[in-house]
């Protein structure tokens, strides 16, 4: 369970990752264009 854990949040952290990317690039052209994307990731239940 914490190894596919660990592999979601890496999965996920490399979409955010990508995001920004390509949000940089946008504000950079000044072509900021507000949508929802669709993709919310709910920050994860502390389950200890």
């Known amino acids: 369970?914490?190894?596919?854990?660990?592999?979601?949040?890496?999965?996920?952290?490399e979409l955010k990752k990508k995001e920004m990317e390509v949000a940089k690039?946008?504000?950079?052209?000044?072509v900021i264009k507000f949508h929802t994307s669709g993709i919310f990731v709910e920050p994860a239940p502390d389950t200890k």
């Open 1 to 13: 369970v914490v190894m596919a854990m660990r592999d979601l949040f890496q999965v996920v952290y």
């Open 25 to 30: 690039q946008h504000i950079e052209q000044n």
